[in-house]
């Protein structure tokens, strides 16, 4: 095992939490090692967005200039009806994005990752297309067994593993037991810029209900992302890993529909980088047992409803790298602490998935929105320097 100060520290994930994680943790001095089920780095995502303290965080670990040079770059948006007629434009907001004046920077979620991995470079060991299949923990450390790697010990275990995270599976218990259901299903994938959009984002709501779909020019107009979204009461019963399935299940909601939606449907079937899940929140009690961690999604997902999933990963990351490094290598004194620093910024960024929704809603209607102003949320903490 490691001494008191250096720490064999696992993160399960490799996405923006995980890689954002082991640039602190190996800049602290700890050996850390990364496993992603997939067998490499997971390409396509939608847009994200980094705001407030997360900013500062990018600045601190050296990357904040990368990150703007590869944020997404729009001119504005559109809502169009069935038959492609613009009903409404904005050249002030986006809808993924928000205000276009602020100082948020909206980025690629494959793009943010892979700045991350860059800049931890080859300082950590990656065991890419495994996964942990049992964590087995004591007062001398966590003993991991893999899918393909041999079994092996680590002082710490972090869970950076998403919305259906398998590491909180394994050690607190099924997820039903965590997820508060939002009532709207959402994809993402990459198609050709074939809308020749410059820089401009188009929506298309469906009549009579409150989604559809959209699409974006992303990278240099090179390419662009499809989002569709649509509602339902109760949760669809499906296998996360089952990506044709989910194909169906969108192409049966939204196949019949106008604008572009089928023909975005038909360049779905060849989309390696398709992403389908249902908007959700992930609300623990604790984040933490005995030597296992949770880390941004697999412990306090805030739904693409917040707009703060990405932030509240980064800071979470710096936030429990930084207390692990207080702690000297008491695992006990830094998990307690990362808690106690992220509690009430995270409840307050949950919270704000709901607070959109009523602002939305009060927009539609043309009614002032009464309810906490969104940059009191987003900045509500202070980042300490470790």
Same mark, same amino acid.
């Given at each position: 095992?490691a001494t008191?100060d250096?720490?064999?520290?696992l993160?399960?994930?490799a996405?923006v939490?995980?890689?954002?994680?082991?640039y602190?943790l190996?800049?602290y001095?700890h050996?850390?090692?990364?496993?992603?089920?997939t067998?490499g780095f997971?390409?396509?995502?939608q847009?994200?967005?980094v705001?407030?303290?997360a900013?500062e965080?990018?600045?601190?670990m050296g990357?904040?200039?990368?990150?703007?040079?590869h944020?997404?770059q729009m001119?504005?948006?559109?809502v169009?009806?069935?038959?492609?007629?613009?009903?409404?434009? $904005? !050249?002030e907001?986006t809808?993924t994005?928000?205000?276009?004046?602020?100082?948020d920077?909206? /980025? #690629?979620?494959d793009d943010l990752?892979?700045?991350f991995v860059r800049?931890?470079g080859d300082?950590v060991?990656?065991l890419?297309?495994?996964?942990?299949?049992?964590?087995?923990q004591?007062d001398?450390g966590?003993?991991?067994t893999?899918?393909?790697a041999?079994?092996?010990?680590?002082?710490?275990v972090?869970?950076a593993?998403?919305l259906h995270s398998?590491t909180r599976?394994?050690v607190?218990?099924?997820e039903?037991?965590?997820i508060?259901?939002m009532?709207t299903y959402?994809?993402?994938?990459?198609?050709?810029?074939?809308l020749?959009?410059d820089r401009?984002?188009v929506?298309?709501?469906?009549?009579?209900?409150?989604?559809g779909?959209?699409v974006m020019?992303?990278?240099?107009?090179s390419?662009?992302?499809v989002y569709m979204?649509?509602e $339902? !009461?109760e949760?669809?019963a499906?296998?996360y890993?089952?990506?044709p399935s989910q194909k169906r /299940? #969108?192409r049966?909601?939204?196949?019949g529909?106008?604008w572009?939606?089928?023909?975005m449907?038909?360049?779905?079937?060849?989309?390696?980088?398709?992403?389908?899940?249902p908007m959700?929140?992930?609300r623990?009690d604790?984040?933490?047992?005995g030597r296992?961690?949770l880390?941004g999604d697999a412990?306090y997902?805030?739904?693409p409803?917040?707009?703060?999933g990405?932030?509240?990963?980064?800071v979470?990351?710096?936030?429990l790298?930084?207390?692990?490094?207080?702690a000297?290598g008491d695992h006990?004194t830094?998990l307690a602490?990362?808690?106690?620093e992220?509690r009430d910024?995270?409840?307050?960024?949950?919270?704000?998935?709901?607070t959109n929704?009523e602002r939305?809603e009060?927009?539609?209607?043309?009614?002032e929105?009464a309810?906490?102003?969104?940059?009191d949320?987003?900045?509500a903490?202070?980042?300490?320097?470790?």
């Amino acid at each position: 095992m490691a001494t008191l100060d250096a720490m064999d520290i696992l993160i399960s994930g490799a996405s923006v939490g995980g890689p954002a994680l082991a640039y602190w943790l190996e800049r602290y001095g700890h050996n850390v090692t990364v496993v992603e089920v997939t067998p490499g780095f997971r390409p396509g995502g939608q847009a994200i967005d980094v705001r407030g303290p997360a900013l500062e965080v990018a600045s601190r670990m050296g990357v904040l200039d990368e990150i703007r040079r590869h944020k997404v770059q729009m001119r504005g948006m559109s809502v169009v009806d069935d038959d492609g007629k613009e009903v409404y434009r $904005s !050249e002030e907001h986006t809808l993924t994005g928000g205000d276009l004046a602020s100082a948020d920077i909206e /980025i #690629l979620r494959d793009d943010l990752s892979q700045i991350f991995v860059r800049a931890v470079g080859d300082r950590v060991e990656y065991l890419l297309g495994d996964t942990v299949t049992a964590i087995d923990q004591d007062d001398s450390g966590a003993r991991v067994t893999f899918a393909t790697a041999a079994p092996r010990t680590f002082d710490l275990v972090v869970g950076a593993d998403g919305l259906h995270s398998n590491t909180r599976r394994l050690v607190f218990g099924p997820e039903s037991q965590f997820i508060e259901y939002m009532g709207t299903y959402l994809a993402v994938w990459t198609i050709p810029n074939y809308l020749e959009l410059d820089r401009w984002q188009v929506f298309h709501q469906i009549p009579g209900d409150s989604w559809g779909g959209g699409v974006m020019s992303v990278r240099g107009n090179s390419e662009a992302r499809v989002y569709m979204g649509f509602e $339902s !009461e109760e949760p669809i019963a499906y296998d996360y890993r089952d990506i044709p399935s989910q194909k169906r /299940i #969108l192409r049966e909601r939204l196949g019949g529909f106008g604008w572009e939606l089928p023909r975005m449907l038909d360049h779905m079937e060849d989309a390696e980088d398709f992403h389908f899940d249902p908007m959700a929140q992930i609300r623990m009690d604790t984040w933490s047992q005995g030597r296992v961690v949770l880390l941004g999604d697999a412990g306090y997902c805030g739904s693409p409803l917040s707009g703060q999933g990405t932030s509240m990963a980064m800071v979470g990351a710096y936030v429990l790298a930084g207390e692990i490094k207080e702690a000297g290598g008491d695992h006990r004194t830094a998990l307690a602490a990362y808690e106690r620093e992220m509690r009430d910024y995270v409840k307050g960024n949950q919270d704000l998935a709901f607070t959109n929704r009523e602002r939305f809603e009060a927009q539609q209607s043309g009614v002032e929105f009464a309810g906490p102003a969104v940059g009191d949320v987003v900045n509500a903490i202070t980042l300490k320097d470790y």
